[in-house]
């Protein structure tokens, strides 16, 4: 049976992977890259950054195939970690924007992501013991 929380998860993923990509690229990463920064920085920041785009890929790939999958048990390990990651990654943009007050939107994307995986693992878990 496929899982509607981390389908909605996969969604919002998706979505939030061509923010980052086509968004972030042009607000943050272009005018960065046109600043007086050093080609080393420009370089390791352009690099990082797009590490998280494909991360960001990567791992709605992962939560699609296990939202559409019918063996609940399937990838749960895998699941699991990335439901957390997300989690951990939206602290610091709390924190941030409790810290500057400002408003870092980024852990409004990634929070409910970290939470759809684990309420839907916690859904897979419950109709697997029934």
Known sequence: MKNPYIIISGIINLLT???HLIG????????????????????????VWHMITLFLFYTTIIIFKHGMSSQKAENSGVLKFIGMTYLLFSLPFIICSIWYWIFAPQ???LFPIGILILLGLKK???E???
């Open 24 to 47: 972030g690229q042009n607000d943050l990463i272009n005018p960065m890259v046109k600043s007086n920064l050093n080609l080393q920085q420009k370089g390791e920041l352009l690099g």
């Open 124 to 126: 897979s878990s419950i």
């Open 128 to 130: 697997k013991n029934d």
């Open 107 to 109: 852990w409004v994307l």
């Open 17 to 19: 992977a061509f923010i």
